[in-house]
Each structure stands twice: as structure tokens, then as C-alpha cells.
């Protein structure tokens, strides 16, 4: 079994020193996705929730989300994140939304958490806007697609 990096020779919770890594420009890209009623999908298609504009409230809630993933996440480091970026892929077929978020940053770590939390928060949001329609509505497929820079160098999701 590997060693957990988040844990000290005593088994005591650490956040890891990243102070001696090399600073290099690191991206991350995560995916997630809402399922829902087929009337829920139509009338945020057409822009008829009553809440408002649920794509782009969306959208800005995930941009926060990703820049506040250290308040929310314990051992994440905060980063001076560089560029969020959530794209909405509607789904006709399952009558679902697709969200994806690029994360970049220069910096000692990865934004693998700010890509991830974008997304699940992004996928909130919507929930959030939609529920007096639809309490079914699903998220899922919440995972990490691909990530470039640092020690680890590239991963990509087959």
C-alpha cells in the first residue's frame, strides 16, 4: 500500500509541504452530470425557470466554487487560480446537462479539487434553481477527465 501523503509517521492528519516543488502551469479539466425530467430540460433550455437564468447562475457559481475549494476542502492548499472555465453540453437524448470546468494555475500543486468542485457545485446550482419543478433531478459522472503539470506530468481519463 502506498503511503498517504496527507498523514504523518504518527498517522496524525498534515496538510502536505509543497514549498520545495518547482512552480509550474497546471490544469485541470472535470466533468459532471444532471439528469432530469424531460419539461425540467425543456424549460432550461427555453430559459423559463422563474429563478432565472439557471445556465449562467450555474456557471458563476461553479467559477466561485473552484476559487473557495480550500475553505471547503481540508487539506487543499489555496491556489491563485489563473482561469475557470464551464462549458454546458445539453443532452436531449437523456434529457440531461453535461458540465465540464477547466482549472489553471501556476503554481507548486494541481487544481484537480478546484476542476471537481467547480463542476459538483455547478451541478448544485442547477439543482438548487430546478427543484420546485423537479425533485428527481440526478447528478452523477462526477470525475476527473484529464490533468497536465507538475512531478506527475500528464493524466487522461480513457
Known amino acids: 500500500m502506498s503511503k498517504f501523503s496527507h498523514l504523518d509517521e504518527q498517522g496524525r492528519v498534515r496538510m502536505v509541504d509543497v514549498s520545495a516543488k518547482p512552480v509550474t502551469a497546471r490544469e485541470a479539466v472535470a466533468q459532471g452530470v444532471i439528469t432530469m425530467r424531460p419539461a425540467t430540460f425543456d424549460l432550461i433550455k427555453s430559459e423559463k ?4 437564468n ?3 447562475t450555474a456557471r458563476i457559481a461553479g467559477i466561485m466554487a ?3 475549494t480550500a475553505g471547503l476542502i481540508p487539506m487543499c492548499h489555496p491556489l491563485p487560480i489563473t ?4 462549458d454546458f453540453s445539453p443532452l436531449p437524448d437523456t434529457h440531461s446537462i453535461r458540465i465540464e470546468a477547466v482549472v ?3 503554481s ?8 471537481l468542485t467547480a463542476v459538483s457545485v455547478a451541478a448544485l446550482t ?17 470525475y476527473l477527465l484529464k490533468k497536465s503539470g507538475g512531478k506527475s506530468g500528464t493524466f487522461v481519463r480513457k
Do not use: F, P
Not at 49 to 52: E, Y
Not at 126 to 142: F, H, L, Q
Open 83 to 86: 482561469h475557470v472555465k464551464i
Open 54 to 56: 439557471v445556465l449562467e
Open 66 to 68: 473552484a476559487k473557495k
Open 126 to 142: 442547477i439543482y438548487d434553481m430546478c427543484k420546485s419543478y423537479d425533485r428527481t433531478m440526478a447528478i452523477s459522472d462526477v
Open 104 to 106: 489553471r494555475v501556476v
Open 49 to 52: 425557470i422563474k429563478k432565472g
Open 108 to 115: 507548486q500543486t494541481g487544481v484537480e479539487m478546484e476542476a
